[in-house]
């Protein structure tokens, strides 16, 4: 287990990932999706939060760090549950990702300010 | 909000974006979703091929390669102003990291690909130096190439690129490496006097290279460094990966398989190959694969000098143009020969286990 540990395969319990603003922002908008959010859907979440116009190349590239660091998993969708008949890219929170996120709430207000309910 | 502008946008997305399936997958249809007007429209997709190329760069960077591209365009630009030089080598190496992130693939393509991706990496490459030149020639003149500098370094660096690129381009691994050469149904004692005669006429193209490029300049250093060298290298190379051991296993009782024991020495004459992670002469191998690239890189060096430093065309050009090939036909062929010899020992060593078990 410690070398696991060591190894950077178990991450502790207490072990809270540092997180960059824009970064919270994106994973607050994972966090609201309940795991139905796209990148159109981000794009539009994210720039409500922020109040300015977010760029999907900006969103993108927090996501596949966010996805790195294994704060949230993205998944594609049967084509055939999909109304348009094509598949999906939808993003989901993770356990490691929740913990961020609460962290987040206590020290950003305006991360406090749009997630009531977590931790 | 479909219409021609953001359609058009769309289709250029589509042609520069990385190749990777995933990756693309992924930006365009998020692109797609992106219900806005054709300004805002084009700004969300310059973020994504941005993106798409953010990505891919780290994954995509090759350091020998990355090194071997740079001697090759230091060398071919070897005669320009040193500022003008470095600015060419800025724009090929910017290029060549762009159709490195741009063809970057995980899944294995069939072969002929590789073989065109690398010409179109080069063909690139020449392009960008040539608008690199003419930006140079309208914004800062001192940083142009003199003509004849610019045309004779861009016909000797395209086609060593394109070599270099198709020997060191990453590729993923074959779906099955250690795939018997016996499933051919060749024996494995045919497939070894193959290899063998495959060999010498590897070494055959080498010296050829290095014959048709000796100077007649007196004590001249490169001519020094050609007799013995190529031969002594490859040697030392191939003894580097042969299990020695074997052939001094003089012992025979009776339940010993004289076949078995041909087989295995047969196979102490081949260069086997050797890991990294197992090998104890490993660093070795790498050593003298080095000095014998070095030693055909230096006999190219030698042909080309003086087409480079601007000998009348009639002089120069055939020589140089031979050993160019000769180069990217030693240098192409080289993979062949390794992958060859490694079968060949593959083969003769489970035809060795199959008569020690019969």
Sequence with gaps: MQLLEKQGRIIPDDHIEPVGDFDQMVLAAIYIGHGLADSARLVNQVSEMAGRQVYLGAVLRSLSGLERKHLIESWESDAATEAGGESNFYYNISIIGERALAYAKETSRVIAGLLGDLA | ?358
């Design chain 2, 1 to 358: 909000m479909k219409n021609f502008a953001t359609e058009t946008v769309r289709a250029i997305v589509e042609t520069i974006h990385p190749r990777d399936p995933q990756l693309r997958a992924k930006s365009l249809k998020a692109l797609e979703q992106q219900d806005t007007g054709p300004l805002q429209f084009a700004a969300h997709a310059a973020g994504a091929v941005a993106w798409g190329y953010s990505e891919k760069f780290a994954e995509s960077f090759n350091r020998y390669a990355s090194f071997a591209q740079a001697v090759v365009v230091v060398v071919s630009f070897a005669f320009a102003p040193p500022q003008a030089g470095l600015y060419v080598l800025g724009a090929m190496l910017i290029a060549l990291s762009f159709r490195d992130a741009f063809t970057h693939h995980d899944q294995a393509l069939p072969e002929t690909r590789y073989y065109l991706d690398s010409a179109g990496d080069a063909a690139a490459a020449g392009l960008f130096v040539i608008a690199s030149q003419g930006l140079a020639v309208v914004a800062l003149p001192s940083m142009a190439l003199p003509a004849q500098v610019m045309y004779r370094g861009l016909l000797v660096s395209m086609p060593l690129i394109a070599t270099l690129r198709m020997v060191l381009r990453p590729r993923p691994a074959p779906v099955d490496p250690d795939r018997s050469p016996q499933q051919s149904g060749i024996p494995a004692r045919k497939i070894y006097r193959k290899t063998r005669w495959l060999n010498f006429l590897w070494l055959l193209t080498v010296y050829g290279v290095v014959v048709q490029n000796v100077t007649d300049k007196h004590g001249y250093f490169p001519d020094f460094l050609r007799g013995a060298l190529p031969i002594a290298s490859l040697f030392a190379w191939k003894a580097s990966q042969v299990d020695d051991l074997c052939r001094r296993d003089n012992l025979v009782t009776l339940f010993t398989s004289i076949k078995a024991k041909t087989l295995r020495r047969m196979r102490g004459n081949l260069a086997a190959g050797v890991k990294q992670t197992t090998h104890v002469n490993y660093s070795t191998f790498r050593f003298f694969q080095l000095v014998l690239s070095g030693v055909v890189g230096l006999s190219l060096y030698t042909a080309v000098e003086p087409f480079l430093l601007g000998e009348p065309l009639i002089q120069s050009t055939w020589r140089a143009a031979g050993a160019v090939l000769a180069f990217m036909a030693a240098l192409l062929t080289w993979k062949h020969v390794k992958a060859a010899n490694r079968a060949a020992a593959r083969a003769l060593l489970e035809e060795a286990k199959k008569a020690e078990a019969a």
